[in-house]
């Protein structure tokens, strides 16, 4: 890959929109890291006569984490567990043109902590309910 092409998380936008209504929420104003884990399960289908095994495919399924630095109660009072809603994470920022990742997510964790010699963080965490709205490839109209 070209250097040209490498690009760091300072532009990513993050927007939670809950569902039934509220919102949306710009969660990236004080994030510190976001990571989506794409996951495909498969089942063993090996046969007792073979000796190399073999799998087929089952189901696909997308964990997140967001850190954000503890402060604006708002925002994180709308982002709880069990919440339900839809995720846009814009990678490159949100202008026309640029990618974006979109699904529906249900909020499954929320961790605070309170270092005695650091910034206080908290990280929301959940999982893809359902298919991918835009995936990799997609663009911001």
């Not at 799998?55 to 399924?61: D, H, V």
């Not at 964990?63 to 604006?72: A, F, Q």
């Given at each position: ?27 990236s104003g004080d994030f510190t890291n976001f990571s989506m884990d ?41 982002v709880k567990v069990g919440s339900v809603g839809q995720l846009d ?53």
């Open positions: 890959m070209a250097y040209a092409d490498r690009f760091t998380g300072r532009d990513a936008t993050f927007v939670f929109t809950p569902a039934g209504g509220g919102g949306p929420f710009t969660l794409y996951k495909q399960d498969v089942v063993d289908v090996t046969a007792g006569n073979e000796q190399d095994r073999r799998f087929l495919t089952t189901l696909r399924s997308l964990d997140w984490t967001l850190s954000v630095y503890n402060g604006d109660e708002t925002i994180l009072a709308n994470v814009y990678p490159k920022g949100n202008a026309s043109g640029r990618p974006i990742r979109s699904f529906d997510v249900i909020v499954t964790s929320y961790q605070e902590s309170y270092p005695f010699d650091n910034v206080s963080e908290v990280e929301i965490g959940g999982v893809r309910n359902g298919p991918m709205a835009s995936d990799i490839g997609a663009t911001v109209p």
